[in-house]
């Protein structure tokens, strides 16, 4: 199983009698979910405008500090990157069953080697992860991204969820840990 499948098995359980969804219920095709995620990720860039690197700083949750928090949402837009060029190249992106590929093992490493970096190079990676994403998604086709039979990897789920997970609602289930620092 992979992590990410982990990771949004632990946010929103399924029933065994629930059915396999073929699309995504609010992104039907590919050009919609691009505009949610960029949609997504314009506002939470908007919110990390308004904060003064010294802000970043200073700790938001669980000992991690605003910058930190741009370093993990890079390093999962990077994540998406790879799920998606590994599964298209024909690889298993990575071995989800070793525990050095948990979520928790992932988040750990990142928050430990982006640390000491700079809250402007954290801003870049914020940035500049997301456009490598978006790349990444440029030559996926919506059977790839949505049919939920398509990559074995993903465990029964279509890869949109991966994305989703990786970016918009990703910055949601952040946002409240980062908006204190614009004020």
Do not use: C
Request: aromatic share 8%; charged share 30%.
């Amino acid at each position: 199983m992979s992590s990410s499948r982990r990771r949004r098995s632990q946010q929103s359980p399924q029933s065994s009698s629930q059915t396999k969804r073929r699309y995504h219920p609010r992104s039907v095709d590919k050009p919609e979910l691009i505009r949610t995620i960029r949609d997504a990720h314009q506002r939470m860039a908007g919110a990390i405008e308004h904060i003064p690197d010294e802000r970043l700083l200073e700790p938001v949750m669980d000992g991690w500090t605003g910058k930190d928090l741009l370093a993990h949402i890079a390093w999962w837009h990077d994540h998406s990157v790879l799920v998606i060029e590994g599964l298209r190249a024909g690889r298993q992106p990575y071995d989800g069953t070793d525990p050095v590929n948990s979520t928790d093992a992932f988040n750990e490493r990142t928050h430990r080697e982006h640390m000491d970096d700079q809250p402007a190079l954290t801003r870049r990676a914020f940035t500049e992860s997301f456009t490598r994403l978006l790349a990444a998604l440029e030559p996926v086709t919506d059977e790839e991204l949505f049919a939920d039979d398509r990559w074995p990897w993903l465990d029964g789920e279509a890869l949109v969820e991966t994305i989703l997970w990786d970016s918009s609602r990703h910055y949601d289930a952040h946002r409240d840990h980062l908006e204190p620092l614009s004020r």
